[in-house]
């Protein structure tokens, strides 16, 4: 006759009890835990000639130390050491038993599952795959229905099999590098104190001193390696620790879960069927993408002829100026400074404001949390919360309102780590650029060239913020909490002002600060008095000569060095400045552009590479830092991206050049 | 209108927009296939991406509805949502098309011809379908 | 503590009334902010991905699970 000790823990109201009673029938002995009033029920069974004790610990959600039943049950896990322990789970319910799962795995003790219940489970139209589920877990799942005394003999079978097996296989989840260090530094503080590694596996020990769990901590009380513990806790927000690792938890569950379970879905309200829908797990992402291919068709489709009207008065207005006013000097400062330079601003605002409708359309109507809810696991990955969709997707308009809008994010370092990635996002005053370059010398091509660039863009971000989680900005993304507005059908009058609201902030914030800019690029280009305007040598002329030994190597000439510094201001004035430097309107740009031999194709793609990520324009510059509140970080941004637009545009021009023929 | 025309509705209309989303597709990658020039295909892939999206929303709802899986076709109303909503972006972005050429004074590329877009005409179908009962889902949803 | 139970652990479509905050000072300010205050009433909606959907009285937000551990329910009253 040999001995064994059973443990039977679960959540409460999972048949744990009547399992108990139908494997131990009359054979129990009822009492109370020492010390507190905790009822304790033990009984005896014999199988296959094995003495079996089992032993029903109290109903548990977790092994946290929050309430007696909690620390009963896992400190008799962890000193009384029972050969097995057996968790009772209710199939109808699987996610949150299996959260308690996670917790007694950790524990290092073997484990059976009694899958109980399972006949309500199949009643209820689920169906579990028993099998993929013990794949998954690592740990023998029984199925049982405890009202009926089914699968006990298995259960027991199971029991008695693991209790034989050593040495046990140890279950851990993966808390993320961060998690991870810290759990590796604080086991190491640990060890030192020998009774205690003796007696608790030392991971668990950290993991519950990490969740903050006062109970553990008193175990390290009074032992020696109490100082090193307090100083690596004291490092940490707890809170915030114990809020991921949960996290993490319910990750490889739910990673687990509709890989063993397809679940019936119950009769809920409208908004939530919707819910159901957009936020559906494989066609969530696919009507997300869908819904903005929609909303960047309108962009640009309906912007168009708005921009055509602009453009034509704009035009108009500066040749009236020119010609009709005296001196020389005024109508240029009038024509080409003021009204060309605000003019190629103020062309992008109907793109910019049927955006902003648009994303105003879908915000009011709810969709836009669920899409924040539905980007939240995928930008996870990246390193930034789901709600820094929202910005990024304001930045393919401008990014000025871009990072203004990241003002719903949290966490400080998820805000900044969201306004740096930003500049990133192609806004539609670099499109002017591509139009011109690709239509000249990719005109075959035009549409994927600037699709490439879009792409480019959004890869670039992407690495930048993996990159800085990695470096300056190291840490988890902060736990995801955002309010979901009721699904509405959103009125005329309050989209139109929510899209005011955003695109004002572009024509106040751009239009001040570029009007300066444009008054500095004419004098820059005006001076020294006399000079032709933009010529070589213009202020202008001599800064793109100093500059050019820079951007040579990308394949520029100074008239391209000169029209970036000027895109400074603003990315389109890059076109209007080339229109001025090749001393043609914009009209006959295409065909001098071509004819210039100092600019090849090659050098055209890497030009536009160069204008997509090389700093911020001076508006987003002013916005970094007003909302950042330093300078530090408004340079830092100017500095890194000149290097990345730098270094891609080099990769890619010096690429394209081995098959368009040098660049 | 009763579970089973939806049903048949939602499947009729889910095969549709998969087979016009895949043909898009097709026609992106290897070029324009013969016998099918009647057809009025843009060849647009991302278009045709949007298509396969509405008819996945489309065919997910008729497969939850002969399975009866209690979600009371909202599959199917969201995909009529969706075909709706697609038919105006295409019928604003063509015609600011039109009116952008008609500016410019040349009108190349733009013609009547152009309007007919399968995301276009499929919409036709969404809208019967929003006609007749889609109004009340939307109506239902602001109200809860 | 019978019958609580943290929010998180919570089936789709049930719900309850708020019995206890177990977060830290700053959380729980937060928490008491979005509604989650002792009696409120909650219910969750959607739990099938990495958070879970909870309405709050009128309120809905999108919680992460962890945030939705430190909210514990008197299960029942839907």
């Given at each position: 006759?040999?001995?064994?000790?059973?443990?039977?823990?679960?959540?409460?109201?999972?048949?744990?009890?009547?399992?108990?009673?139908?494997?131990?029938?009359s054979?129990?002995?009822?009492?109370?835990?020492?010390?507190?009033?905790?009822?304790?029920?033990?009984?005896?069974?014999?199988?296959?000639?094995?003495?079996?004790?089992?032993?029903?610990?109290?109903?548990?959600?977790?092994?946290?130390?929050?309430?007696?039943?909690?620390?009963v049950?896992?400190?008799?896990?962890?000193?009384?050491?029972?050969?097995?322990?057996?968790?009772?789970?209710?199939?109808?319910?699987?996610?949150?038993?299996?959260?308690?799962?996670?917790?007694?795995?950790?524990?290092?003790?073997?484990?059976?599952?009694?899958?109980?219940m399972?006949?309500?489970?199949?009643?209820?139209?689920?169906t579990?795959?028993?099998?993929?589920?013990?794949?998954?877990?690592?740990?023998?799942v029984?199925?049982?229905?405890?009202?009926?005394?089914?699968?006990?003999?298995?259960?027991?079978?199971?029991?008695?099999?693991?209790?034989?097996?050593?040495?046990?296989?140890?279950?851990?989840?993966?808390?993320?590098?961060?998690?991870?260090?810290?759990?590796?530094?604080?086991?190491?503080?640990?060890?030192?104190?020998?009774?205690?590694?003796?007696?608790?596996?030392?991971?668990?020990?950290?993991?519950?001193?990490?969740?903050?769990?006062?109970?553990?901590?008193?175990?390290?009380?009074?032992?020696?390696?109490?100082?090193?513990?307090?100083?690596?806790?004291?490092?940490?927000?707890?809170?915030?620790?114990?809020?991921?690792?949960?996290?993490?938890?319910?990750?490889?569950?739910?990673?687990?879960?509709?890989?063993?379970?397809?679940?019936?879905?119950?009769?809920?309200?409208?908004?939530?069927?919707?819910?159901?829908?957009?936020?559906?797990?494989?066609?969530?992402?696919?009507?997300?993408?869908?819904?903005?291919?929609?909303?960047?068709?309108?962009?640009?489709?309906?912007?168009?002829?708005?921009?055509?009207?602009?453009?034509?008065?704009?035009?108009?207005?500066?040749?009236?100026?020119?010609?009709?006013?005296?001196?020389?000097?005024?109508?240029?400062?009038?024509?080409?400074?003021?009204?060309?330079?605000?003019?190629?601003?103020?062309?992008?605002?109907?793109?910019?404001?049927?955006?902003?409708?648009?994303?105003?359309?879908l915000e009011?109507?709810?969709?836009l949390a669920?899409?924040?809810?539905i980007?939240?696991?995928?930008?996870?990955?990246?390193?930034?919360?789901?709600?820094?969709?929202?910005?990024?997707?304001?930045?393919?308009?401008?990014?000025?309102?871009?990072?203004?809008?990241?003002?719903?994010?949290?966490?400080?370092?998820?805000?900044?780590?969201?306004?740096?990635?930003?500049?990133?996002?192609?806004?539609?005053?670099?499109?002017p650029?591509?139009?011109?370059?690709?239509?000249?010398?990719?005109?075959?091509?035009?549409?994927?060239?600037?699709?490439?660039?879009y792409?480019?863009?959004?890869?670039?971000?992407?690495?930048?913020?993996?990159l800085f989680?990695?470096?300056?900005?190291?840490?988890?993304?902060?736990?995801?909490?955002?309010?979901?507005?009721?699904?509405?059908?959103?009125?005329?009058?309050?989209?139109?002002?929510?899209?005011w609201?955003?695109?004002?902030?572009?024509?106040?914030?751009?239009?001040?600060?570029?009007?300066?800019?444009?008054?500095?690029?004419?004098?820059?280009?005006?001076?020294?008095?006399?000079v032709?305007?933009?010529?070589?040598?213009?202020?202008?002329?001599?800064?793109?000569?100093?500059?050019?030994?820079?951007?040579?190597?990308?394949?520029?000439?100074?008239?391209?060095?000169?029209?970036?510094?000027?895109?400074?201001?603003?990315?389109?004035?890059?076109?209007?400045?080339?229109?001025?430097?090749?001393?043609?309107?914009?009209?006959?740009?295409?065909?001098?552009?071509?004819?210039?031999?100092?600019?090849?194709?090659?050098?055209?793609l890497?030009?536009?590479?160069?204008?997509?990520?090389?700093?911020?324009?001076?508006?987003?510059?002013?916005?970094?830092?007003?909302?950042?509140?330093?300078?530090k970080?408004?340079?830092?941004?100017?500095?890194?991206?000149?290097?990345?637009?730098?270094?891609?545009?080099?990769?890619?021009?010096?690429?394209?050049?081995?098959?368009?023929?040098?660049? | 209108?009763?579970?089973?025309?939806?049903?048949?509705?939602?499947?009729?209309?889910?095969?549709?927009?998969?087979?016009?989303?895949?043909?898009?597709?097709?026609?992106?990658?290897?070029?324009?296939?013969?016998?099918?020039?009647?057809?009025?295909?843009?060849?647009?892939?991302?278009?045709?991406?949007?298509?396969?999206?509405?008819?996945?929303v489309?065919?997910?709802?008729?497969?939850?509805?002969a399975?009866?899986?209690?979600?009371?076709?909202?599959?199917?109303?969201?995909?009529?949502?969706?075909?709706?909503?697609?038919?105006?972006?295409?019928?604003?972005?063509?015609?600011a098309?039109?009116?952008?050429?008609?500016?410019?004074?040349?009108?190349?590329?733009?013609?009547?011809?152009?309007?007919?877009?399968?995301?276009?005409?499929?919409?036709?179908?969404?809208?019967?379908?929003?006609?007749?009962?889609?109004?009340?889902?939307?109506?239902?949803?602001s109200?809860? | 503590?019978?019958?609580?139970?943290?929010?998180?652990?919570?089936?789709?479509?049930?719900?309850?009334?708020?019995?206890e905050l177990?977060?830290?000072k700053?959380?729980?300010?937060?928490?008491?902010?979005?509604?989650?205050?002792?009696?409120?009433?909650?219910?969750?909606?959607?739990?099938?991905?990495?958070?879970?959907?909870?309405?709050?009285?009128?309120a809905?937000?999108?919680?992460?699970?962890?945030?939705?551990?430190?909210?514990?329910?008197?299960?029942?009253?839907?």
């Amino acid at each position: 006759m040999r001995e064994i000790r059973i443990a039977l823990t679960g959540n409460p109201n999972v048949g744990k009890t009547t399992l108990f009673n139908a494997l131990t029938g009359s054979r129990q002995h009822v009492g109370n835990w020492p010390g507190v009033t905790v009822e304790k029920k033990t009984g005896r069974v014999s199988h296959n000639g094995y003495e079996i004790e089992v032993v029903d610990l109290p109903g548990t959600y977790s092994l946290t130390a929050y309430s007696a039943d909690e620390v009963v049950a896992r400190d008799y896990i962890l000193e009384e050491r029972p050969d097995v322990v057996v968790q009772v789970v209710d199939a109808t319910n699987l996610e949150r038993n299996l959260y308690l799962t996670t917790q007694v795995a950790e524990l290092g003790v073997p484990m059976v599952i009694a899958l109980n219940m399972a006949d309500m489970a199949e009643a209820q139209g689920d169906t579990i795959d028993l099998a993929r589920l013990s794949e998954f877990l690592e740990i023998p799942v029984v199925r049982t229905v405890g009202t009926r005394g089914e699968g006990l003999d298995t259960l027991l079978e199971a029991a008695i099999k693991e209790a034989a097996t050593s040495p046990h296989h140890e279950h851990t989840i993966g808390y993320g590098d961060d998690v991870e260090a810290t759990i590796a530094m604080l086991a190491d503080a640990l060890s030192t104190d020998i009774d205690l590694a003796r007696r608790y596996p030392l991971r668990w020990l950290a993991v519950k001193l990490l969740e903050g769990d006062e109970n553990v901590l008193d175990k390290v009380r009074g032992g020696p390696a109490l100082a090193r513990v307090e100083s690596i806790l004291s490092s940490i927000d707890s809170d915030e620790y114990e809020a991921m690792m949960a996290d993490k938890r319910y990750e490889a569950i739910s990673a687990i879960l509709p890989q063993v379970r397809k679940a019936n879905v119950r009769n809920m309200s409208p908004s939530d069927m919707l819910d159901r829908v957009v936020t559906d797990r494989y066609l969530g992402i696919p009507i997300f993408l869908a819904l903005m291919w929609g909303t960047f068709q309108l962009t640009f489709t309906v912007a168009a002829p708005f921009m055509t009207m602009i453009e034509a008065a704009v035009g108009w207005l500066a040749e009236f100026v020119a010609g009709s006013i005296e001196p020389a000097w005024l109508a240029s400062f009038l024509g080409d400074g003021i009204i060309g330079g605000v003019g190629a601003v103020v062309v992008f605002l109907p793109n910019i404001f049927i955006l902003f409708l648009i994303l105003a359309f879908l915000e009011d109507s709810g969709y836009l949390a669920r899409a924040a809810f539905i980007m939240d696991r995928p930008l996870y990955a990246l390193g930034l919360p789901g709600k820094a969709f929202i910005p990024m997707l304001v930045g393919f308009g401008c990014n000025v309102p871009a990072i203004m809008a990241t003002r719903s994010i949290e966490g400080e370092k998820d805000r900044l780590l969201t306004i740096l990635v930003n500049p990133f996002m192609s806004c539609s005053a670099r499109l002017p650029v591509y139009i011109l370059l690709a239509g000249t010398f990719f005109p075959e091509q035009a549409g994927s060239v600037v699709f490439f660039l879009y792409v480019l863009g959004i890869a670039v971000a992407i690495a930048s913020a993996k990159l800085f989680r990695s470096t300056i900005l190291p840490g988890e993304v902060s736990p995801f909490v955002m309010e979901m507005p009721p699904y509405r059908i959103p009125t005329a009058i309050t989209s139109l002002r929510h899209m005011w609201s955003r695109g004002s902030m572009y024509i106040r914030k751009a239009g001040s600060i570029i009007l300066i800019g444009v008054l500095v690029v004419w004098a820059l280009a005006s001076f020294p008095l006399g000079v032709e305007y933009g010529s070589a040598e213009s202020f202008a002329g001599m800064i793109g000569h100093l500059l050019e030994p820079l951007v040579a190597p990308l394949g520029f000439d100074w008239k391209v060095a000169v029209a970036l510094i000027f895109g400074f201001i603003a990315k389109e004035i890059v076109v209007g400045s080339l229109g001025v430097l090749y001393g043609t309107g914009e009209e006959t740009l295409s065909s001098a552009l071509l004819a210039d031999p100092g600019l090849s194709a090659a050098a055209a793609l890497a030009l536009m590479v160069f204008v997509l990520l090389y700093t911020p324009c001076v508006a987003a510059i002013g916005v970094i830092r007003q909302e950042t509140g330093s300078w530090k970080w408004a340079g830092f941004s100017v500095a890194y991206g000149l290097v990345v637009a730098w270094l891609l545009a080099f990769v890619v021009g010096h690429s394209a050049g081995l098959f368009l023929g040098g660049i | 209108m009763s579970d089973t025309a939806k049903l048949v509705y939602g499947a009729a209309l889910g095969a549709l927009y998969l087979v016009a989303g895949a043909l898009h597709i097709l026609v992106a990658v290897v070029g324009p296939i013969p016998g099918l020039d009647a057809l009025p295909l843009t060849g647009d892939p991302l278009a045709g991406f949007v298509m396969l999206v509405v008819g996945a929303v489309f065919a997910a709802g008729a497969r939850n509805l002969a399975r009866d899986a209690g979600e009371d076709a909202i599959f199917v109303s969201v995909g009529v949502l969706l075909s709706v909503g697609f038919g105006l972006v295409e019928l604003l972005a063509l015609s600011a098309a039109g009116l952008d050429a008609y500016l410019l004074g040349g009108g190349a590329g733009w013609s009547v011809a152009g309007l007919v877009s399968p995301l276009l005409y499929l919409a036709v179908f969404g809208a019967a379908g929003y006609l007749a009962w889609g109004r009340k889902f939307l109506r239902g949803l602001s109200a809860a | 503590m019978a019958g609580t139970c943290p929010l998180a652990l919570l089936a789709p479509g049930t719900g309850g009334t708020v019995a206890e905050l177990r977060a830290g000072k700053g959380m729980q300010t937060r928490l008491f902010g979005m509604g989650f205050c002792p009696d409120a009433r909650v219910k969750v909606q959607c739990a099938d991905r990495g958070s879970i959907i909870v309405s709050v009285g009128d309120a809905r937000y999108a919680l992460s699970r962890g945030m939705a551990m430190k909210i514990l329910v008197r299960e029942g009253i839907p």
